[in-house]
């Protein structure tokens, strides 16, 4: 397959039939606008339905009015730093570390699989967004999956990410090794408050069953930082979905 470079799948060229320049998951090509865009994505594939059928989906609005305050144990984070991969995966950069760690929610284990960004970020507390969000995806023994959200607002230089960010892969399909190690920790709040709720993936499939803990604190990146994102995915957010029926439940 022909490699495009990824500001070719923005704009006017999406009206003309391009190749799928997906690389890091099977299916079908989806966007994030057009015609292969958010609102598109239940029907450009069978495994897609959940996008529409869904009744657990992500991002959400959180609206802080409407929390309910939980006793539930704190969540316990047990990162370490390690070497890792970036890569452009034709919908975001994700970074995969060699065993960077494991967090326990409600006494059950959850290994760092992979983070990767989203500009704006996807959730908006009481209906707006933060400049970017970063999704630490972990997985349990029996495949369960815990997501901790991190919104970033402009301001000082994000150091920890400063390795991933100052080298992004330019093209969909391009990886590289991370100059160093990293730590996942590091880009987590000191302060653990979270949002916590029931969701899915925000991307196709959209598979739900996805524990989602949204940190309180924001961290901050440099508008150099996010303008480097930004010139190969200035949008790669999905539109909030219905709550039908969920509540968001204070963590700690
Ligand atoms: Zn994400």
């Not at 991002?59 to 802080?64: A, C």
């Not at 060699?98 to 970020?121: A, C, M, N, R, W």
């Not at 349990?140 to 402009?154: E, N, P, R």
Request: with cysteine; net charge neutral; proline share 6%.
């Amino acid at each position: 397959m022909k490699k495009i470079p990824v500001v070719a799948a923005f704009g006017v060229s999406l009206l003309i039939a391009l190749p799928c320049v997906s690389y890091a998951d099977e299916g079908a090509h989806w966007t994030y606008e057009g015609h292969a865009g958010a609102k598109h994505w239940g029907d450009l594939e069978k495994e897609y339905a959940t996008c529409k059928l869904g009744r657990l989906q992500s991002p959400i609005d959180i609206e802080t009015s409407k929390i309910k305050a939980a006793d539930s144990e704190p969540i316990k984070l047990a990162y370490n730093g390690a070497s890792a991969q970036v890569s452009n995966t034709g919908h975001s950069i994700q970074v995969d570390p060699e065993d960077g760690g494991s967090i326990t929610v409600d006494g059950v284990e959850y290994k760092l699989v992979q983070f990767h960004f989203h500009t704006p970020s996807e959730e908006k507390i009481n209906g707006k967004p933060h400049a970017m969000v970063a999704h630490l995806v972990h997985r349990s023994a029996d495949g369960k999956l815990a997501v901790i959200a991190v919104l970033f607002d402009l301001g000082k230089e994000n150091r920890t990410l400063q390795p991933v960010f100052a080298n992004l892969p330019a093209k969909a399909g391009d990886k590289r090794p991370l100059d160093g190690k990293i730590n996942a920790g590091e880009i987590i709040p000191e302060n653990h408050a979270s949002y916590m709720f029931e969701g899915s993936l925000t991307t196709p499939p959209c598979s739900e069953e996805v524990h989602w803990i949204v940190m309180k604190t924001p961290m901050t990146i440099s508008s150099r930082q996010l303008d480097a994102f930004k010139k190969l995915y200035p949008m790669n957010a999905r539109p909030t979905q219905a709550l039908n029926g969920r509540t968001v439940q204070t963590g700690r």
